[in-house]
């Protein structure tokens, strides 16, 4: 069962913020947003996290709505190397997996 | 850290043959996680450990799969005997549990995969 909605594919022009949509409407109170993204052939990578406030590190932005139903994942100067299949997942506090969907495949541009 | 280390990088092997895949996850994380990619299915998690036990193996796809953790650095996800349609790169990840605002973090290292190819 989809936790989470993505568009599958869009374009960036390098140097500008790409803003990546997420919508996960049924979300619960204790569930935490993930951000991954996977370069061609390698492993996914991590991003960042958050549960209801925005979050910020060295890779990113997390907006996160009030209502917690959609979120939107911010590069704020995408790079050709941001290229990638980027996935957003709801994950329980306790629950230790995660399940990875279809993802969105940003396209950074020259 | 050298990060998630994953052995071999490449198999190709024919229909029939055993499968061994090696894992050696990042010194110092209690759990370990093997997931399978594949273009139609995308990223599947087959099974994942804590503290060497297994605790979820429902994504184990049939009882030609098995894996083992015998201690805390080094993982096996074995496939016997192999069929074609096991085909896919196979991540091995660790996660550790940073601590991150005084609570508990999940974030899930990947290794860089073992792109499996049986004939």
């Known amino acids: 069962d989809a936790k989470t909605t993505q568009p599958p594919s869009m374009d960036c022009a390098e140097g500008r913020a790409a803003n990546l949509p997420c919508n996960h409407s049924?979300?619960?109170?204790?569930?935490?947003v993930y951000w991954y993204r996977q370069i061609h052939s390698q492993g996914p990578q991590y991003i960042i996290h958050?549960?209801?406030n925005n979050e910020t590190n060295e890779m990113a932005s997390l907006i996160i709505t009030e209502d917690r139903k959609s979120s939107t994942l911010i590069l704020p100067h995408a790079t050709l190397r941001d290229t990638a299949v980027y996935y957003c997942?709801?994950?329980?506090?306790?629950?230790?997996?995660?399940?990875f969907g279809a993802g969105t495949t940003v396209t950074v541009r020259a | 850290d050298a990060g998630v280390i994953q052995s071999p990088r490449h198999e190709v092997t024919e229909m029939g043959q055993e499968v061994t895949l090696r894992c050696k996850p990042i010194?110092?994380?209690?759990?370990l996680f093997w997931y399978r990619q594949t273009m139609m299915r995308g990223l599947e998690l087959l099974i994942y450990?804590?503290?060497?036990?297994?605790?979820?193996d429902s994504g184990m796809p049939e009882d030609r799969f098995s894996a083992k953790m015998p201690n805390a650095s080094f993982s096996t996800l074995k496939i016997q005997p192999s069929e074609p349609r096991d085909s896919a790169v196979y991540f091995c990840?660790?996660?550790?549990?940073?601590?991150?605002?005084?609570?508990?973090?999940?974030?899930?290292?990947f290794g860089s995969g073992t792109q499996l190819s049986v004939l």
């Open positions: 450990f804590n503290n060497n036990v297994p605790i979820d």
């Open positions: 997942i709801v994950r329980g506090r306790n629950d230790y997996k995660l399940s």
């Open positions: 990840a660790s996660s550790g549990g940073d601590r991150g605002k005084g609570k508990r973090v999940e974030k899930l290292f």
């Open positions: 958050g549960l209801k």
């Open positions: 010194s110092g994380h209690d759990y």
């Open positions: 049924t979300i619960s109170g204790n569930e935490y």
